[in-house]
């Protein structure tokens, strides 16, 4: 079983940066891959950027060159950190971690203000 702590959410304006992370803790679990997932009002839960063992990254478009996710494995944490952020950036964000089960965060919440 892996517990998932997720923090760094909050309110940010339009054009901001905000940086999530994501702690993991358990007992004998080998990630395979970490990562954010993100779902918005009345949109379908979509992913954004995971990294797998070996640092290979994976962005979704729509936030490519905008946004950076980082793992530290010696501590099995994950950070997005999110820049120039955009009205449709607006989600609750999930960690995950893949081991290769799924496990997840409680979500934090990212809203823009206007």
């Known amino acids: 079983q892996v517990q998932l702590v997720e923090s760094g959410g909050g309110l940010v304006q339009p054009g901001g940066s905000l940086r999530l992370s994501c702690a993991a803790s358990?007992?004998?679990?080998?990630?395979?891959?970490m990562g954010w997932y993100r779902k918005a009002p009345g949109k379908q839960r979509e992913l954004v950027a995971n990294i797998i063992s070996g640092g290979l990254t994976y962005y979704a478009d729509s936030v490519k060159g905008r946004f950076t996710i980082s793992r530290d494995n010696t501590k099995n944490t994950v950070s997005l950190q999110m820049n120039s952020l955009k009205p449709k950036d607006t989600a609750f964000y999930y960690c995950n971690v893949q081991t290769p089960l799924y496990f997840w965060g409680q979500g934090t919440q990212v809203p823009l203000s206007s």
């Open positions: 358990g007992s004998r679990f080998t990630i395979n891959a």
